[in-house]
């Protein structure tokens, strides 16, 4: 039943970011990248990206890519960014469902797959939807690793790290504590082969260090964007709650309701309390305070990944 359960919550999911498609107009976002795509592919990274962005080059790379085989139409450049979230519920499933069991892994699945926060980020032809694929896949392998120590999962961790570095740099970050984070929690005998894995994945990352470094030199977003006052998590978690009083009532519950078992039980699944705070908020905090004392950079949209 739970796995049908699952099923149906994957296909509401689906309708929901896949309705009425053709007519989902691109965003100013989503416009600007795709001006930024040029003929060639060392056009588009030393200009549309080197020159004129303050993303990584992958998400910009896969649109001329995808572009230059598919054209350019609404729908035909969305598509593959909403499979890439819907695909990521599919492993944040299994993550959850390995950490907490079926109840909750459902509870989580219903949520993220039809949240406003996640629908319509999945719709989005930006970084956002790909990030949120690639950190759900590093989570799913990091999960699967601490509990097979499978080769295989080797694989998908460097290459779920690897794409998430290469996606945004906010994926770049989670990506780095959650490796971090599960690098304590392996059993010693299984670590060399995770820091090869790790390694690898760091060292094909190298290409993009002066990009990133020369896109970190621009500080931030300060010539639109304003830093955020003590209003703007207010703000953010109203906003995840559709504005609405009932549904952030609804959402309190579940979080204290949560919270209150987990501590009752809390000889049960220690880690979880080190993948909540170090996953889920650390990013939020650091994003908070770059863009509060160096420059702006937080929007809803950065922290979707460690949401």
Known sequence: MQ????????????????????????????????????????????????????????????????????????????LPFILFSLLALFFLYRFTFAWCGGNVALIVTALLATLQYTVMYGQIARPYAAGFFTTALLADQLTRYLGSGSRRTLIGIGLAALLSAYTHHFALMLAAFMVITVFFLIVPAKRKGFLIACGIAAL????????????????????????????????????????????????????????????????????????????????????????????????????????
């Open 204 to 307: 094909l990352y190298l290409p993009n260090v002066p990009i990133f470094l020369k896109q970190l030199g621009k500080k931030g977003l300060d010539e639109w964007l304003t830093a955020p006052t003590i209003n703007w998590i207010p703000d953010y978690l109203w906003w995840i709650a559709h504005c609405s009083m009932y549904f952030a009532i609804a959402w309190a519950l579940l979080i204290l309701g949560s919270a209150a078992l987990r501590i009752r039980h809390r000889g049960s699944i220690g880690p979880l309390w080190a993948i909540t705070l170090v996953w889920g908020l650390l990013p939020l905090v650091i994003g908070y305070a770059y863009s509060v004392l160096r420059a702006p950079v937080l929007q809803y949209s950065v922290v979707i990944f460690s949401f």
């Open 3 to 78: 796995r049908w359960a699952f099923v149906a919550l994957l296909l509401l999911g689906g309708v929901l970011r896949l309705w009425d498609l053709q007519q989902i107009p691109y965003t100013h976002d989503e416009i600007s990248a795709l001006i930024r795509v040029y003929p060639s592919l060392g056009e588009t990274v030393s200009k549309g990206v080197i020159q004129m962005d303050t993303h990584p080059p992958g998400v910009q790379v896969f649109e001329w890519a995808w572009t230059k085989v598919f054209g350019m139409d609404e729908g035909v450049v969305k």
